[in-house]
């Protein structure tokens, strides 16, 4: 088979990504393909352990359960877990490095992470046939828009094509991207 990827993002956070992105990788993994999740940054208060002691999202610890794969550091390279508003711990390749501002993530983001991200999908994808990405709350967020690392940024990095995620119940069924309008069930995509 070859190697491929798939991005998953939403118009909102709880939009119902990691879910799908579970769903996706059992899928997969019952037709036979080696299949893995990767976030490249994921944003939680709670991490999972793997085997080798290193911490991950606890949603790509379930998506790698889903995978039937062992949960590894690569799977979700950057963590960052709230201590406050304005601090988070920073766990890079499943170690903590310390506490970071998110003036000082920001610039971490711009001058590291995105390597950091990219090496991580790189030998994650030497292991595996077919990666299933999710992005992080919402693509089309302005502010965050220069040092994206998990939406767009790590799509276009990866030439990953995007599926997006509405939930109509979160009032997340529009987004915009770019200068591009996306309504749910929208036949025209920003991303092709």
Known sequence: MKKQCLMIQGTASDAGKSFLVAGLCRHFANQGIRVAPFKSQNMALNSAVTADGAEIGRAQAL???????????LMNPILLKPRDDMVSQLIVRGQAVGDVTPKEYQEFALQEGHLIAANAFKELHQLYDLIILEGGGNPAEPNLAHYDIVNMGMARMVNAPVLLVSDIDRGGSFCFVGRHFVAAGSKRSPFS
């Open 63 to 73: 998506q790698a359960e889903a995978a039937k794969t062992p949960a590894l550091s």
